[in-house]
């Protein structure tokens, strides 16, 4: 797992790093691993170091001090290295170890007036200097910026920005902590991955020390390319984590393997409440996905033979939809009663398709079963008008049971408005309100999946294959989870909400991957 961390926790940090080490000791580290990611391009690109141009773009605080001792490594080993110095008092101690390394030092906006934007000859000098370079060092803000960036660098950014998205051979970017103008701290809350108008997005982003969480949230996340962490010694080891990134490595840790003792009613069984006349596929693939009918590559099929073969998966719904489920999948143990399944069962899911009389009701039965048995129930499509209804009528039904919901970008709106938090454009941030809110985790589906736990931590995984965007693959999804949950419950693997958004997480990227190799 990758870890995220709030400004306050990354500063704190710091700070205690800091009282351990020689003035400037740890932007020197920091520099150097900027430099080493260039010099890699460099030479990935089959170019030499020497001779190479390389442009910094220099900030006033320590993220342009980092930038200048990169620089001044580079210009060492030969590269043309200049700093276009965009502020009006770049660090001192940086500054002169640059130039005394051969730095080329280009001052743009000396005066102290950030707001007046370049005249039109500095902007010609910025952007000629910028195009003879193969790599841009982004060094302008880290994580010391506060509030809206001011108009000349936002002008600045603009400008870079156009000028890498317009050139036939566009620059390498590597950001130095994050791409500059991406705010990690605010003064009332955390900014959750939000974007500033302007940004230039990288190729790389050299986390210092330990990684903000808009580095891996998105939309900033998109905008950061591979991150790469560097060790500085901060002790964030036992700091409360704001953000946790799953990568298909951690999902043998996630998905308990079957043992010699176990048996279909104690490998979790897990009910489905899918599909309906109109939707009959619905009931198919849910049930597809909770039996774990996908392929998987090589590497993942061990972990996800076991993952997602529960002991049992049950089917509730209407007598056709029992056979047309019994008739692709014989295990399934089919039943038009509710209350006698829910009594077998480790986890529910419930939405998919699933419209038509009584529905209300049976929600209330699932929800109030789960909050006295403590198992888990996850929310989809069709349920989730039902849950802003059940929600309005009688919240602390919701709060009390281990429930997930699991929203793609339009049900999630409609749940904002319902719940009255209109007018919040940030997905992850309106998904974090929601979990907070009314009690619950809520899974934000997209390109990149995160779960929002009600205490505010945000899980995510890398960003799902392109052809998850199509009409069914959340009823597998769905399916897949319930797999993972009726599994982890039946182990005694608390149906409490970090364990909700991590199973979230090991069924998406379970879920990415079978679409990856063909179903
Ligand atoms: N202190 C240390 O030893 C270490 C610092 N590190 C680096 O230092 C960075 C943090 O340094 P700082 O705290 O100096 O802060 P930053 O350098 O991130 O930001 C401060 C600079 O941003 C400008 N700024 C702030 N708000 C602005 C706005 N709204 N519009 C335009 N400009 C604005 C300020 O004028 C100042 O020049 C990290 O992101 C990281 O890059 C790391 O290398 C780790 C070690």
Same mark, same amino acid.
């Given at each position: 797992m990758r870890f995220g961390y709030d400004y306050a926790t990354l500063r704190a940090a710091e700070q205690r790093a800091l009282a351990n080490c020689a003035p400037d000791a740890l932007l020197k580290q920091a520099a150097r691993k900027v430099a080493a990611v260039a010099i890699a391009d460099l030479k990935a690109d089959g170019f030499f170091v020497p001779g190479s141009v390389i442009a910094g773009l220099i900030g006033g605080g320590n993220n342009g001090a980092d930038g200048l001792y990169a620089l001044a490594y580079l210009a060492r080993r030969g590269a043309v290295a200049q700093a276009l110095v965009l502020h009006p008092r770049p660090p001192a101690g940086a500054l002169a170890a640059a130039q005394a390394a051969g730095v080329r030092i280009h001052f743009f906006g000396a005066e102290d007036d950030s707001a007046r934007p370049l005249t039109e000859t500095e902007t010609a000098r910025l952007l000629s200097l910028a195009r003879s370079a193969g790599i841009w060092i982004d060094a302008l803000t880290g994580i010391g910026l506060t509030g809206q960036l001011r108009p000349r660098l936002q002008q600045v950014i603009k400008l870079l920005r156009e000028e890498a998205e317009s050139s036939p051979k566009p620059p390498t970017v590597i950001a130095v902590d994050i791409p500059s103008g991406i705010p990690v701290v605010s003064e009332t809350e955390t900014t959750w991955g939000a974007l500033p108008a302007e940004i230039i997005p990288a190729d790389v982003t050299v986390a210092m020390g330990g990684a903000s969480s808009p580095l891996w949230l998105p939309p900033a996340s998109l905008q950061c390319g591979t991150v790469e962490e560097l060790d500085l010694?901060?002790? =964030? =080891?036992g700091q409360p984590a704001r953000t946790i990134v799953v990568g298909r490595e951690d999902l043998p840790d996630l998905l308990p393997p079957a043992d010699a003792w176990s048996h279909k009613y104690n490998r979790g069984v897990v009910t489905i409440l899918a599909g309906s006349e109109n939707y009959p596929g619905a009931a198919l693939l849910a049930a597809s996905g909770a039996h774990g009918q996908t392929a998987f590559s090589a590497d993942l099929r061990a972990a996800a033979l076991t993952a997602v073969h529960p002991g049992m998966v049950r089917y509730v719904g209407p007598p056709a939809l029992q056979q047309l489920v019994v008739a692709s999948y014989p295990r399934t143990v089919v039943s038009a009663d509710l209350s006698a399944a829910l009594l077998k069962s480790d986890a529910v899911v419930c939405g998919p398709g699933w419209v038509g009389e009584g529905r209300y009701s049976q929600l209330r039965e699932i929800l109030k079963f789960a909050q006295t048995e403590g198992v888990a129930v996850v929310l989809d499509a069709s349920a989730l008008d039902l849950f802003a209804r059940l929600y309005q009528d009688s919240p602390a039904t919701m709060a009390a049971a281990p429930t997930m919901i699991t929203p793609h970008l339009g049900e999630l709106r409609r749940i904002g408005d319902a719940l009255g938090l209109v007018g919040e454009p940030n997905p992850v941030k309106l998904g974090a309100r929601i979990a907070q809110l009314a009690g619950v985790v809520v899974l934000v589906k997209g390109h990149q999946s995160v779960a929002l736990t009600p205490a505010g931590q945000a899980y995510t995984a890398p960003p799902g294959s392109p052809l998850l965007a199509r009409a069914g693959s959340g009823d597998i999804l769905s399916g897949i989870l319930g797999a993972i949950l009726a599994i982890r419950g039946s182990c005694g693997i608390a149906a409490a909400d970090e364990s909700l958004a991590l199973s979230a997480m090991a069924a998406t990227i379970l879920h990415s991957e079978s679409v990856n190799v063909g179903n």
């Open positions: 010694g901060f002790d =964030l =080891l």
